[in-house]
Nanobody, 124 residues
Framework: QVQLVESGGGLVQAGGSLRVSCAAS????????MGWFRQAPGKEREFVAT???????YYADSVKGRFTISRDNAKTTVFLQMNSLKPEDTAVYYC??????????????????WGQGTQVTVSS
């Protein structure tokens, strides 16, 4: 069982930066791939980024070049650095853990554990 707690959300102006974090419980963190998803009001939850247990990353086209996912296995934490933020990035951001570990999964059902989410609001 893995418990995930996101933090670091907030309000930022367009063009600004924000880093959200996800602290994980459990000694098996290093074996999981980790992902970030987001859900805007009235929309489906969508994939943002994933990082494999070995550190390979993959991004949605909408955030490529602006967002960076990283992990610190010693601190059992995954991060999402968001730069050049746009109003359309406004959403609740969720982290998720994938037991498969490969870092190739982009669908919600492929992830096994979820956090409660943190709100990110980008003003124009």
């Amino acid at each position: 069982q893995v418990q995930l707690v996101e933090s670091g959300g907030g309000l930022v102006q367009a063009g600004g930066s924000l880093r959200v974090s996800c602290a994980a419980s459990g000694r098996t963190f290093g074996s999981y791939a980790m992902g970030w998803f987001r859900q805007a009001p009235g929309k489906e939850r969508e994939f943002v980024a994933t990082i494999s247990r070995s550190g390979n990353t993959y991004y949605a086209d909408s955030v490529k070049g602006r967002f960076t996912i990283s992990r610190d296995n010693a601190k059992t934490t995954v991060f999402l650095q968001m730069n050049s933020l746009k109003p359309e990035d406004t959403a609740v951001y969720y982290c998720a853990a994938d037991r498969a570990g490969w870092g190739t999964h982009t669908r919600r059902y492929e992830y096994d554990y979820w956090g409660q989410g943190t709100q990110v609001t980008v003003s124009s």
